[in-house]
Protein backbone atom coordinates (compact mmCIF):
# COMPACT_ATOMS: atom_id res chain seq x y z
CA UNK A 1 0.00 0.00 0.00
CA UNK A 2 1.25 3.16 -1.00
CA UNK A 3 0.92 5.81 1.79
CA UNK A 4 0.07 9.72 0.40
CA UNK A 5 2.14 11.45 -1.41
CA UNK A 6 2.36 15.12 -2.09
CA UNK A 7 3.77 16.34 -5.41
CA UNK A 8 3.30 19.32 -7.69
CA UNK A 9 4.49 20.17 -11.15
CA UNK A 10 6.03 23.15 -10.68
CA UNK A 11 8.52 21.55 -8.50
CA UNK A 12 10.75 22.21 -11.46
CA UNK A 13 11.80 25.72 -12.60
CA UNK A 14 13.99 26.52 -15.93
CA UNK A 15 17.63 26.66 -14.74
CA UNK A 16 20.15 27.11 -17.45
CA UNK A 17 22.16 24.44 -19.00
CA UNK A 18 24.65 22.79 -17.37
CA UNK A 19 23.13 24.60 -13.70
CA UNK A 20 24.88 21.86 -11.33
CA UNK A 21 21.24 21.52 -9.24
CA UNK A 22 19.56 18.47 -10.93
CA UNK A 23 15.91 20.33 -11.06
CA UNK A 24 14.89 17.72 -13.67
CA UNK A 25 15.39 15.00 -10.92
CA UNK A 26 11.59 15.63 -9.86
CA UNK A 27 10.05 14.52 -13.12
CA UNK A 28 12.62 11.75 -13.18
CA UNK A 29 11.18 10.65 -9.89
CA UNK A 30 7.66 10.85 -11.14
CA UNK A 31 8.21 8.09 -13.82
CA UNK A 32 10.23 6.18 -12.04
CA UNK A 33 7.03 5.91 -9.24
CA UNK A 34 4.58 5.23 -12.07
CA UNK A 35 7.41 2.42 -13.71
CA UNK A 36 7.40 0.66 -9.81
CA UNK A 37 3.39 1.09 -9.81
CA UNK A 38 3.49 3.65 -6.83
CA UNK A 39 1.81 6.29 -8.67
CA UNK A 40 -0.49 5.71 -11.60
CA UNK A 41 0.12 7.00 -14.89
CA UNK A 42 -1.34 10.70 -14.17
CA UNK A 43 -2.75 11.83 -10.55
CA UNK A 44 -2.12 9.84 -7.51
CA UNK A 45 -0.90 12.54 -5.39
CA UNK A 46 -1.96 15.22 -3.71
CA UNK A 47 -0.73 18.50 -4.69
CA UNK A 48 -0.21 21.69 -2.10
CA UNK A 49 -1.34 25.62 -2.75
CA UNK A 50 1.97 28.05 -1.84
CA UNK A 51 2.53 28.52 1.60
CA UNK A 52 0.85 31.70 2.91
CA UNK A 53 4.19 34.04 3.49
CA UNK A 54 3.16 34.57 7.09
CA UNK A 55 3.55 30.85 7.61
CA UNK A 56 6.84 31.12 6.16
CA UNK A 57 7.84 34.10 7.70
CA UNK A 58 7.63 32.16 11.19
CA UNK A 59 11.01 30.25 10.67
CA UNK A 60 12.65 33.46 8.15
CA UNK A 61 12.63 36.72 8.36
CA UNK A 62 9.74 37.89 6.92
CA UNK A 63 12.17 41.36 4.29
CA UNK A 64 13.45 38.01 3.10
CA UNK A 65 10.11 36.03 2.52
CA UNK A 66 9.02 39.38 0.83
CA UNK A 67 12.25 39.57 -1.16
CA UNK A 68 12.19 35.98 -2.32
CA UNK A 69 8.47 36.33 -3.38
CA UNK A 70 9.09 39.94 -5.53
CA UNK A 71 12.14 38.52 -6.79
CA UNK A 72 14.08 41.04 -5.09
CA UNK A 73 16.74 38.84 -3.77
CA UNK A 74 20.50 41.01 -3.41
CA UNK A 75 22.67 39.72 -5.58
CA UNK A 76 24.99 38.37 -2.46
CA UNK A 77 21.40 36.50 -1.54
CA UNK A 78 20.93 35.05 -4.80
CA UNK A 79 24.60 33.90 -4.87
CA UNK A 80 24.40 32.09 -1.37
CA UNK A 81 21.64 30.48 -2.88
CA UNK A 82 22.96 29.23 -5.83
CA UNK A 83 19.45 29.55 -7.81
CA UNK A 84 17.99 32.18 -10.01
CA UNK A 85 15.95 35.18 -7.95
CA UNK A 86 13.18 33.95 -10.90
CA UNK A 87 9.41 34.10 -10.05
CA UNK A 88 9.26 30.08 -11.42
CA UNK A 89 11.97 28.90 -8.48
CA UNK A 90 10.05 31.55 -5.68
CA UNK A 91 6.75 29.73 -6.47
CA UNK A 92 8.70 26.18 -6.25
CA UNK A 93 10.29 27.32 -2.88
CA UNK A 94 6.50 28.50 -1.53
CA UNK A 95 5.65 25.40 -3.03
CA UNK A 96 8.21 22.41 -1.89
CA UNK A 97 7.19 24.63 2.10
CA UNK A 98 3.39 23.65 1.99
CA UNK A 99 4.29 20.52 0.60
CA UNK A 100 5.72 19.10 3.57
CA UNK A 101 3.68 20.55 5.36
CA UNK A 102 0.92 19.00 4.27
CA UNK A 103 2.44 15.75 3.92
CA UNK A 104 3.02 16.52 7.93
CA UNK A 105 -1.04 16.83 8.01
CA UNK A 106 -1.06 13.44 6.05
CA UNK A 107 1.17 11.70 8.56
CA UNK A 108 -0.40 12.81 11.55
CA UNK A 109 -3.75 11.00 9.63
CA UNK A 110 -2.57 8.00 7.99
CA UNK A 111 0.75 7.45 10.36
CA UNK A 112 3.22 8.02 6.97
CA UNK A 113 3.32 10.62 4.23
CA UNK A 114 5.79 11.80 1.69
CA UNK A 115 6.68 15.07 -0.23
CA UNK A 116 8.47 14.51 -3.49
CA UNK A 117 10.62 17.70 -3.06
CA UNK A 118 11.88 19.29 0.17
CA UNK A 119 14.59 18.73 2.58
CA UNK A 120 15.83 22.23 1.84
CA UNK A 121 18.00 22.07 5.33
CA UNK A 122 20.57 25.05 4.44
CA UNK A 123 17.98 27.87 4.54
CA UNK A 124 18.33 29.51 8.19
CA UNK A 125 16.18 32.43 9.99
CA UNK A 126 18.52 35.19 7.85
CA UNK A 127 17.85 33.61 4.14
CA UNK A 128 18.49 30.64 1.85
CA UNK A 129 21.90 28.94 1.21
CA UNK A 130 23.35 25.67 -0.75
CA UNK A 131 20.13 25.30 -3.29
CA UNK A 132 17.60 26.06 -0.58
CA UNK A 133 15.08 29.12 -0.63
CA UNK A 134 13.19 28.05 2.46
CA UNK A 135 13.72 25.75 5.03
CA UNK A 136 10.34 23.49 4.21
CA UNK A 137 10.91 21.24 7.59
CA UNK A 138 11.20 23.88 9.77
CA UNK A 139 7.83 25.90 7.85
CA UNK A 140 6.27 22.57 8.37
CA UNK A 141 7.30 21.71 11.88
CA UNK A 142 6.98 25.41 13.48
CA UNK A 143 3.20 25.49 11.81
CA UNK A 144 2.28 21.92 13.63
CA UNK A 145 3.16 23.59 16.87
CA UNK A 146 1.85 26.40 16.60
CA UNK A 147 -1.12 25.09 15.91
CA UNK A 148 -0.93 22.76 18.78
CA UNK A 149 -1.02 19.82 16.83
CA UNK A 150 2.03 18.12 17.82
CA UNK A 151 3.72 18.88 21.50
CA UNK A 152 6.97 18.27 20.04
CA UNK A 153 9.35 17.51 16.73
CA UNK A 154 12.02 15.27 16.04
CA UNK A 155 13.80 15.92 12.64
CA UNK A 156 16.40 13.18 11.75
CA UNK A 157 18.28 14.46 8.57
CA UNK A 158 20.56 11.72 6.91
CA UNK A 159 21.72 13.78 3.93
CA UNK A 160 25.05 14.30 3.15
CA UNK A 161 25.58 17.65 4.23
CA UNK A 162 24.92 18.84 7.99
CA UNK A 163 21.27 20.56 8.47
CA UNK A 164 22.84 24.05 9.64
CA UNK A 165 19.89 25.88 8.44
CA UNK A 166 17.24 23.67 10.65
CA UNK A 167 19.42 23.83 13.72
CA UNK A 168 20.07 27.62 13.40
CA UNK A 169 16.35 27.99 13.50
CA UNK A 170 15.57 25.76 16.56
CA UNK A 171 18.63 26.54 18.33
CA UNK A 172 17.82 26.33 22.52
CA UNK A 173 13.98 25.45 22.02
CA UNK A 174 13.00 22.31 23.71
CA UNK A 175 10.17 21.24 21.62
CA UNK A 176 12.33 20.34 18.69
CA UNK A 177 14.99 17.83 18.54
CA UNK A 178 17.28 18.39 15.52
CA UNK A 179 19.16 15.31 14.93
CA UNK A 180 21.78 15.49 12.04
CA UNK A 181 24.23 12.47 10.52
CA UNK A 182 26.32 14.49 7.75
CA UNK A 183 29.91 14.03 6.05
CA UNK A 184 32.35 16.12 8.45
CA UNK A 185 34.76 16.90 5.67
CA UNK A 186 31.88 18.44 3.56
CA UNK A 187 29.66 21.90 2.72
CA UNK A 188 29.26 23.84 5.24
CA UNK A 189 32.69 24.17 6.44
CA UNK A 190 31.23 26.09 9.62
CA UNK A 191 29.22 23.51 11.11
CA UNK A 192 25.87 25.11 13.10
CA UNK A 193 25.05 22.75 16.60
CA UNK A 194 22.31 20.72 16.24
CA UNK A 195 20.66 18.82 19.22
CA UNK A 196 22.51 15.89 17.98
CA UNK A 197 25.42 16.37 15.69
CA UNK A 198 27.18 12.86 13.91
CA UNK A 199 29.54 14.40 11.77
CA UNK A 200 31.16 11.23 9.72
CA UNK A 201 34.65 10.29 8.10
CA UNK A 202 35.11 10.21 4.75
CA UNK A 203 33.90 6.87 2.71
CA UNK A 204 32.28 5.59 5.66
CA UNK A 205 30.23 2.95 4.12
CA UNK A 206 27.24 0.88 5.03
CA UNK A 207 27.35 -0.99 7.81
CA UNK A 208 29.50 1.02 10.37
CA UNK A 209 26.52 3.92 8.77
CA UNK A 210 23.98 1.45 9.70
CA UNK A 211 25.22 1.53 13.50
CA UNK A 212 25.87 5.00 13.26
CA UNK A 213 22.32 5.59 12.70
CA UNK A 214 21.07 2.65 14.92
CA UNK A 215 22.70 4.60 17.93
CA UNK A 216 21.31 8.02 16.67
CA UNK A 217 18.34 6.75 16.74
CA UNK A 218 18.40 5.58 20.42
CA UNK A 219 19.90 8.92 21.79
CA UNK A 220 16.03 10.20 21.08
CA UNK A 221 14.35 7.89 23.02
CA UNK A 222 13.51 9.95 25.33
CA UNK A 223 12.32 12.78 23.68
CA UNK A 224 8.71 11.44 23.08
CA UNK A 225 7.76 13.35 19.77
CA UNK A 226 4.12 14.04 18.18
CA UNK A 227 6.01 13.71 14.66
CA UNK A 228 9.29 13.03 12.94
CA UNK A 229 10.11 14.11 9.78
CA UNK A 230 12.99 12.48 8.13
CA UNK A 231 15.33 14.06 5.27
CA UNK A 232 16.11 10.78 3.32
CA UNK A 233 18.99 12.65 0.78
CA UNK A 234 20.86 10.26 -1.38
CA UNK A 235 23.74 12.51 -1.54
CA UNK A 236 25.55 9.56 1.27
CA UNK A 237 25.89 7.10 -2.13
CA UNK A 238 29.14 6.38 -2.77
CA UNK A 239 27.94 7.84 -6.67
CA UNK A 240 27.00 11.43 -5.05
CA UNK A 241 28.68 13.89 -6.87
CA UNK A 242 29.02 16.04 -4.04
CA UNK A 243 28.48 12.90 -1.51
CA UNK A 244 32.05 11.96 0.37
CA UNK A 245 30.71 9.05 2.07
CA UNK A 246 30.70 5.47 0.62
CA UNK A 247 26.84 3.89 1.09
CA UNK A 248 25.45 1.36 -1.97
CA UNK A 249 22.30 1.75 -2.82
CA UNK A 250 21.26 -1.33 -0.55
CA UNK A 251 23.14 0.77 1.97
CA UNK A 252 20.42 3.73 1.57
CA UNK A 253 17.35 1.18 1.39
CA UNK A 254 19.03 -0.25 4.67
CA UNK A 255 18.86 3.12 6.08
CA UNK A 256 15.54 4.85 5.00
CA UNK A 257 13.37 0.92 6.35
CA UNK A 258 15.77 1.77 9.44
CA UNK A 259 14.63 4.72 9.70
CA UNK A 260 10.73 4.28 8.66
CA UNK A 261 10.38 0.68 10.64
CA UNK A 262 11.55 2.59 13.74
CA UNK A 263 9.52 4.99 13.60
CA UNK A 264 6.50 2.70 13.13
CA UNK A 265 7.18 0.51 15.81
CA UNK A 266 6.80 3.76 17.93
CA UNK A 267 3.35 4.58 16.47
CA UNK A 268 5.09 7.66 15.34
CA UNK A 269 3.44 9.49 12.42
CA UNK A 270 6.80 10.13 9.91
CA UNK A 271 7.20 12.43 7.06
CA UNK A 272 9.45 11.84 4.57
CA UNK A 273 11.21 14.35 2.29
CA UNK A 274 13.65 14.18 -0.79
CA UNK A 275 16.62 16.15 0.45
CA UNK A 276 19.66 16.34 -1.99
CA UNK A 277 20.82 13.78 -4.51
CA UNK A 278 23.48 15.08 -7.30
CA UNK A 279 24.49 12.97 -10.49
CA UNK A 280 24.99 13.67 -14.63
CA UNK A 281 22.29 10.94 -14.84
CA UNK A 282 18.70 12.17 -13.60
CA UNK A 283 17.17 8.87 -14.47
CA UNK A 284 20.17 6.93 -11.91
CA UNK A 285 19.42 9.57 -9.81
CA UNK A 286 15.97 8.92 -9.58
CA UNK A 287 16.06 5.45 -8.98
CA UNK A 288 17.69 6.23 -5.77
CA UNK A 289 15.59 9.17 -4.32
CA UNK A 290 12.64 6.13 -5.17
CA UNK A 291 14.19 3.59 -2.26
CA UNK A 292 12.38 5.67 -0.06
CA UNK A 293 9.19 5.54 -1.81
CA UNK A 294 9.34 1.55 -2.07
CA UNK A 295 10.48 1.17 1.59
CA UNK A 296 7.35 3.26 2.53
CA UNK A 297 5.07 1.50 0.88
CA UNK A 298 6.73 -1.97 2.34
CA UNK A 299 6.27 -0.61 5.77
CA UNK A 300 2.78 1.42 5.12
Not at 24 to 31: A, E, I, V
Not at 110 to 128: K, V
Not at 143 to 168: F, N, W
Not at 261 to 280: I, K, M, S
Amino acid sequence: MTPPIVYHPDYMAQLRPGHRFPMSKYGYLRQALTARGLLPESGGYLAPAPAPARIVAAVHAIEYVERVANQRLTRTEERRIGLPNTAAVARRAFLSAAGTLLAGRLALEHGLALNMAGGSHHAGPEGGAGFCVFNDVAVAAEALLSEGQVPRVLIVDCDVHQGDGTAEIFAGRGDVLTLSLHAEHNYPARKAVSTLDFPLPDRLADEPYLEVLGHALRRTADFRPGIVFYNAGVDPHRDDQLGRLHLSSEGLRARDAMVIGWARARGLPLVGVLGGGYDTDPERLAARHAILFEEAARAA
